[in-house]
C-alpha cells in the first residue's frame, strides 16, 4: 500500500509505503485507542450523571448498581448460608467429642468438669416441660455467625486441654507400668522361693530374701523393668551383682552372675540383657538369685512377676508400707 503526500508550495510528492503486517498494527492500536476513548467517556459521563442526578442517565445507572448490588448480596446470601450449615456440623462434632472426652477422662482419672472450670458447655442440660411462641428461624448474619466461631473456637481449645491432661495420665500409666519389675529376668521354673527355708550350707532356718532361677551358666539375665543401674560390685555373698533403680525406691538386685554387661549409672530398658548367669558369691550351683526391695526392705518377687494388676498391686502396696 502507498501513500502520496504532497506539499502545496513546493509541489513536491512524497510516497509512504506499509506493508500488511504494518497496516494490521496500525489498525490495532487505532481500536485499542477508541476503546480506551470511549470507556473513559462512558465513565465520566455515568459518574457525572449519577452525581449530578440527570434525569434519564441517572435512573440507568441506578438500575444498574441496583442490580449489581443485589446480584453481590445474593451470592454473599448463598455463602452464609453454606458457612453457617458447616458451622452447625462442626458444633454437631464438638459436642461427640466433649462426650467421648468425658468418657476417656472417667477412663485416665480426669475429671473433665475441674479442667473446663467455669468454661460453658456446648450441651444442653436435660430440661422439663416446655413452651412459648413460635419464632421461625431467620437469616445468619455475619456478626452471629462471627460469635458462634468464637464460641466454637473456645470449646475446641477446652477440648484440646481436656485430651492434653488426659493423655498426660495416661503416659504417667504407661511409664509407672514400665517401672514396675513384672518380668522375669529368666525364662524357666523358681528353684528356691521368697521366705524361710533351710540354709544349703549351714542347714539351718534362714530367710531367702528372693528367687532362685537355675539356669547354665551364660544364660542372659534380663532387666525386670526399666530404670538407672545404681550399682555393679562383686560381693561376698552375692558374688557378681547388678541393682537397678526403678524410682520411688524400687529397686531390683541380680547376683551370683558370671559377667556383668553394664555399668553405673546406664540407663536400661525392660528385657534388656544386663548380666550373665554364673556360679559366684555363695552360691552351690549356677542359678540367678533375683531381689525386690523398696527403701531396702525386701519384697516377695513373686507378687511383682505374677504380672498385670497384681504387680502394680503388690508395688503399689509396698509404696504404701514404706510411708
Known amino acids: 500500500m502507498q501513500i502520496l503526500i504532497t506539499h502545496g508550495t513546493l509541489a513536491r510528492t512524497r510516497v509512504l509505503h506499509f506493508n500488511r ?45 441496583r442490580d449489581e448490588f443485589a446480584q453481590r448480596d445474593r451470592f454473599l446470601r448463598e455463602n452464609l448460608d453454606a458457612i453457617a450449615q458447616k458451622v452447625g456440623e462442626m458444633q454437631a462434632k464438638l459436642v461427640k467429642l466433649e462426650a467421648m472426652g468425658d468418657r476417656v477422662s472417667g477412663l485416665a482419672g480426669v475429671k473433665s468438669d475441674e479442667l473446663r472450670g467455669t468454661t460453658p458447655k456446648s450441651r444442653l442440660a436435660p430440661a422439663g416441660a416446655q413452651g412459648g411462641p413460635y419464632v421461625p428461624p431467620q437469616a445468619v448474619t455475619i456478626e452471629q455467625l462471627r460469635s458462634i466461631v468464637d464460641s466454637l473456637d473456645e470449646s475446641a481449645d477446652a477440648n484440646s486441654d481436656l485430651f492434653t491432661l488426659i493423655e498426660s495420665r495416661l503416659m504417667e500409666s504407661r511409664l509407672q507400668s514400665l517401672m514396675i519389675p513384672n518380668s522375669a529376668p529368666v525364662s524357666g521354673p523358681v528353684g528356691s522361693g521368697f521366705g524361710f527355708r533351710s540354709d544349703p550350707f549351714t542347714g539351718r532356718s534362714a530367710l531367702h530374701m528372693g528367687l532362685d532361677f537355675p539356669a547354665d551358666v551364660g544364660t542372659p539375665i534380663m532387666a525386670a523393668a526399666g530404670g538407672v543401674v545404681q550399682l555393679t560390685e562383686t560381693h561376698p555373698a552375692y558374688g557378681q551383682m547388678v541393682e537397678v533403680d526403678h524410682g520411688n525406691g524400687l ?49 516377695n518377687p513373686a507378687r511383682f512377676l505374677a504380672g498385670g494388676e497384681a504387680a502394680v498391686a503388690a508395688a503399689e502396696k509396698a509404696l504404701r508400707n514404706r510411708r
Open 21 to 65: 503486517w504494518q497496516m494490521a498494527a496500525m489498525l490495532i492500536s487505532l481500536v485499542a485507542v477508541l476503546t480506551l476513548l470511549s470507556g473513559t467517556v462512558y465513565h465520566f459521563v455515568f459518574l457525572k450523571a449519577a452525581r449530578e442526578g440527570w434525569p434519564v442517565v441517572s435512573q440507568i445507572v441506578r438500575l444498574v448498581v
Open 251 to 299: 529397686v531390683t538386685r541380680y547376683a551370683h552372675a558370671s559377667k556383668l554387661l553394664v555399668r553405673t549409672g546406664d540407663i536400661v530398658k525392660r528385657g534388656q540383657p544386663i548380666a550373665q548367669v554364673g556360679n559366684t558369691g555363695r552360691s552351690t550351683g549356677p542359678h540367678l538369685h533375683f531381689e525386690v526391695l523398696v527403701d531396702g526392705v525386701p519384697q
